[in-house]
Protein backbone atom coordinates (compact mmCIF):
# COMPACT_ATOMS: atom_id res chain seq x y z
CA UNK A 1 0.00 0.00 0.00
CA UNK A 2 0.90 3.40 -0.14
CA UNK A 3 3.58 4.29 2.63
CA UNK A 4 5.71 7.62 2.92
CA UNK A 5 9.19 6.61 5.30
CA UNK A 6 10.71 9.73 7.31
CA UNK A 7 14.07 9.47 9.04
CA UNK A 8 15.55 10.16 11.26
CA UNK A 9 12.90 9.68 14.25
CA UNK A 10 15.17 12.15 16.19
CA UNK A 11 17.45 14.99 15.73
CA UNK A 12 19.87 17.48 17.76
CA UNK A 13 21.14 20.41 16.11
CA UNK A 14 23.55 23.10 17.54
CA UNK A 15 22.13 26.22 17.46
CA UNK A 16 22.65 28.09 14.05
CA UNK A 17 23.34 24.96 12.20
CA UNK A 18 21.11 23.64 9.73
CA UNK A 19 18.92 20.34 9.92
CA UNK A 20 17.74 17.79 7.33
CA UNK A 21 14.80 15.71 7.29
CA UNK A 22 13.98 13.21 4.52
CA UNK A 23 11.22 11.39 3.05
CA UNK A 24 10.38 8.93 0.63
CA UNK A 25 6.93 7.77 -1.15
CA UNK A 26 6.03 4.86 -2.37
CA UNK A 27 3.02 6.35 -4.88
CA UNK A 28 4.56 7.25 -7.58
CA UNK A 29 0.75 9.10 -8.31
CA UNK A 30 1.59 11.64 -5.72
CA UNK A 31 1.90 15.34 -6.65
CA UNK A 32 1.46 16.99 -3.37
CA UNK A 33 4.29 16.83 -0.62
CA UNK A 34 3.14 19.16 2.59
CA UNK A 35 5.37 19.81 6.18
CA UNK A 36 3.90 19.93 8.87
CA UNK A 37 5.43 21.02 12.04
CA UNK A 38 3.77 20.19 15.34
CA UNK A 39 4.50 22.06 18.56
CA UNK A 40 4.50 20.71 22.07
CA UNK A 41 0.39 20.62 23.17
CA UNK A 42 -0.42 21.62 19.65
CA UNK A 43 -1.82 20.66 16.42
CA UNK A 44 -0.43 20.33 13.16
CA UNK A 45 0.74 23.39 11.13
CA UNK A 46 1.52 23.96 7.68
CA UNK A 47 5.03 25.53 6.76
CA UNK A 48 5.79 24.80 3.19
CA UNK A 49 4.90 22.45 0.59
CA UNK A 50 5.51 21.59 -2.85
CA UNK A 51 4.11 20.26 -6.01
CA UNK A 52 5.48 17.33 -7.89
CA UNK A 53 6.12 19.67 -10.95
CA UNK A 54 8.83 22.07 -8.67
CA UNK A 55 12.05 20.82 -7.60
CA UNK A 56 12.70 23.24 -4.82
CA UNK A 57 10.86 25.44 -2.75
CA UNK A 58 12.34 27.98 -0.58
CA UNK A 59 10.65 30.23 2.16
CA UNK A 60 13.23 32.75 4.64
CA UNK A 61 15.24 29.59 6.28
CA UNK A 62 13.32 26.78 5.51
CA UNK A 63 13.96 24.69 1.95
CA UNK A 64 11.99 22.06 0.35
CA UNK A 65 13.40 19.88 -2.31
CA UNK A 66 11.86 16.64 -4.27
CA UNK A 67 13.23 14.43 -7.16
CA UNK A 68 10.54 12.64 -8.09
CA UNK A 69 12.82 10.06 -9.97
CA UNK A 70 14.15 8.71 -6.56
CA UNK A 71 10.59 9.70 -5.12
CA UNK A 72 12.67 11.40 -2.20
CA UNK A 73 11.75 15.01 -0.90
CA UNK A 74 13.42 16.99 2.08
CA UNK A 75 13.60 19.41 4.68
CA UNK A 76 16.50 21.91 5.29
CA UNK A 77 16.46 24.43 8.44
CA UNK A 78 19.11 26.93 8.39
CA UNK A 79 20.43 28.49 10.81
CA UNK A 80 18.64 26.99 13.47
CA UNK A 81 17.04 28.55 16.36
CA UNK A 82 15.48 27.25 19.63
CA UNK A 83 12.01 28.09 18.54
CA UNK A 84 12.46 25.20 15.73
CA UNK A 85 12.71 22.76 18.52
CA UNK A 86 9.06 20.54 17.10
CA UNK A 87 8.27 17.51 15.92
CA UNK A 88 7.96 17.84 11.69
CA UNK A 89 5.72 15.50 9.71
CA UNK A 90 6.33 14.83 6.00
CA UNK A 91 3.20 14.39 4.31
CA UNK A 92 2.10 13.03 0.22
CA UNK A 93 -0.99 13.28 -1.34
CA UNK A 94 -2.50 12.99 -4.43
CA UNK A 95 -4.57 15.91 -5.33
CA UNK A 96 -7.72 14.53 -6.64
CA UNK A 97 -10.91 15.73 -4.83
CA UNK A 98 -10.33 14.28 -1.44
CA UNK A 99 -6.70 15.16 0.12
CA UNK A 100 -6.13 11.50 1.53
CA UNK A 101 -2.77 12.22 3.22
CA UNK A 102 -0.36 9.31 4.21
CA UNK A 103 2.23 11.03 6.63
CA UNK A 104 5.19 10.18 7.79
CA UNK A 105 6.20 9.39 11.26
CA UNK A 106 7.57 12.22 12.30
CA UNK A 107 11.03 13.82 13.50
CA UNK A 108 11.54 15.07 16.86
CA UNK A 109 14.03 17.75 16.43
CA UNK A 110 15.90 20.13 18.94
CA UNK A 111 17.57 22.69 18.56
CA UNK A 112 20.06 22.88 21.41
CA UNK A 113 21.21 26.62 22.82
CA UNK B 1 -11.07 33.61 14.90
CA UNK B 2 -11.28 30.40 16.66
CA UNK B 3 -10.28 28.05 13.21
CA UNK B 4 -11.16 24.72 15.18
CA UNK B 5 -12.54 23.76 18.37
CA UNK B 6 -11.67 20.39 20.25
CA UNK B 7 -13.32 18.99 23.27
CA UNK B 8 -12.53 17.73 25.82
CA UNK B 9 -8.81 18.64 26.01
CA UNK B 10 -8.63 15.20 27.74
CA UNK B 11 -10.27 12.33 28.96
CA UNK B 12 -10.06 9.13 30.87
CA UNK B 13 -12.48 6.73 29.55
CA UNK B 14 -13.58 2.90 31.20
CA UNK B 15 -12.76 0.12 28.33
CA UNK B 16 -16.33 -0.93 27.26
CA UNK B 17 -17.76 2.53 27.74
CA UNK B 18 -18.99 5.03 24.36
CA UNK B 19 -17.48 8.88 24.16
CA UNK B 20 -18.29 11.58 21.29
CA UNK B 21 -15.43 13.66 20.58
CA UNK B 22 -16.49 17.20 19.26
CA UNK B 23 -15.15 19.46 17.10
CA UNK B 24 -16.54 22.58 15.68
CA UNK B 25 -14.82 24.83 12.88
CA UNK B 26 -15.72 28.27 12.36
CA UNK B 27 -13.84 28.68 8.68
CA UNK B 28 -16.93 27.84 6.85
CA UNK B 29 -14.72 24.37 5.25
CA UNK B 30 -16.19 22.19 3.36
CA UNK B 31 -13.97 19.04 3.81
CA UNK B 32 -13.23 17.72 7.52
CA UNK B 33 -10.90 14.65 8.88
CA UNK B 34 -10.18 13.01 12.21
CA UNK B 35 -6.80 11.45 12.54
CA UNK B 36 -4.90 9.64 15.65
CA UNK B 37 -1.41 10.41 16.98
CA UNK B 38 0.57 7.61 18.25
CA UNK B 39 4.13 7.15 19.21
CA UNK B 40 5.97 5.94 15.91
CA UNK B 41 3.42 5.66 13.72
CA UNK B 42 2.53 9.56 12.67
CA UNK B 43 -0.72 10.62 11.63
CA UNK B 44 -3.13 7.79 10.55
CA UNK B 45 -6.54 9.26 9.12
CA UNK B 46 -9.90 7.76 10.37
CA UNK B 47 -12.79 9.08 8.90
CA UNK B 48 -13.46 11.77 6.33
CA UNK B 49 -15.75 14.31 5.14
CA UNK B 50 -16.09 16.16 2.07
CA UNK B 51 -19.21 18.27 2.65
CA UNK B 52 -22.29 18.49 4.99
CA UNK B 53 -24.24 15.00 4.82
CA UNK B 54 -21.46 12.90 3.42
CA UNK B 55 -18.89 10.91 5.00
CA UNK B 56 -15.97 8.43 4.17
CA UNK B 57 -13.71 5.91 5.82
CA UNK B 58 -9.65 6.83 6.12
CA UNK B 59 -6.35 4.11 6.58
CA UNK B 60 -8.17 3.44 10.09
CA UNK B 61 -12.04 3.39 10.75
CA UNK B 62 -12.54 0.41 13.24
CA UNK B 63 -14.18 1.21 15.85
CA UNK B 64 -15.09 4.69 15.00
CA UNK B 65 -18.00 6.95 13.72
CA UNK B 66 -18.44 10.17 12.45
CA UNK B 67 -21.48 11.91 11.04
CA UNK B 68 -22.00 15.74 9.51
CA UNK B 69 -25.29 17.12 9.76
CA UNK B 70 -23.84 20.68 9.11
CA UNK B 71 -20.96 22.05 7.57
CA UNK B 72 -19.42 23.44 11.06
CA UNK B 73 -19.47 20.12 13.33
CA UNK B 74 -17.47 16.60 13.09
CA UNK B 75 -18.05 14.40 16.00
CA UNK B 76 -16.10 11.44 16.73
CA UNK B 77 -17.60 8.74 18.38
CA UNK B 78 -16.34 5.79 20.30
CA UNK B 79 -19.26 2.70 20.49
CA UNK B 80 -17.52 0.97 22.85
CA UNK B 81 -14.10 2.37 23.66
CA UNK B 82 -11.03 -0.60 23.80
CA UNK B 83 -7.41 0.20 25.18
CA UNK B 84 -5.98 0.30 22.04
CA UNK B 85 -7.98 3.21 21.16
CA UNK B 86 -5.57 5.40 23.42
CA UNK B 87 -4.27 7.92 21.66
CA UNK B 88 -4.38 11.54 20.80
CA UNK B 89 -7.17 12.67 18.20
CA UNK B 90 -6.49 15.12 16.10
CA UNK B 91 -9.59 17.24 13.56
CA UNK B 92 -8.92 18.89 10.93
CA UNK B 93 -10.70 20.73 7.87
CA UNK B 94 -9.66 22.25 4.68
CA UNK B 95 -11.31 24.30 1.63
CA UNK B 96 -13.00 21.37 -0.33
CA UNK B 97 -10.17 20.57 -2.75
CA UNK B 98 -7.74 22.53 -1.09
CA UNK B 99 -4.92 20.92 0.53
CA UNK B 100 -4.15 22.94 2.83
CA UNK B 101 -5.02 21.17 6.85
CA UNK B 102 -5.94 23.16 9.58
CA UNK B 103 -5.54 21.27 12.64
CA UNK B 104 -7.23 21.62 15.75
CA UNK B 105 -5.48 21.10 19.90
CA UNK B 106 -6.24 17.73 20.09
CA UNK B 107 -8.10 15.54 22.65
CA UNK B 108 -5.64 13.15 24.66
CA UNK B 109 -7.72 10.18 25.06
CA UNK B 110 -6.72 7.35 27.72
CA UNK B 111 -8.92 3.79 28.04
CA UNK B 112 -8.41 2.06 30.34
Known amino acids: GENVEQHPSTLSVQEGDSAVIKCTYSDSASNYFPWYKQELGKGPQLIIDIRSNVGEKKDQRIAVTLNKTAKHFSLHITETQPEDSAVYFC????????????FGTGTRLKVLA | TAGITQAPTSQILAAGRSMTLRCTQD?????MYWYRQDLGLGLRLIHYSNTAGTTGKGEVPDGYSVSRANTDDFPLTLASAVPSQTSVYFC???????????FGSGTQLSVL
Open chain 2, 92 to 102: ASSVEGGEKLF
Open chain 1, 91 to 102: AATFSSGTYKYI
Open chain 2, 27 to 31: MRHNA
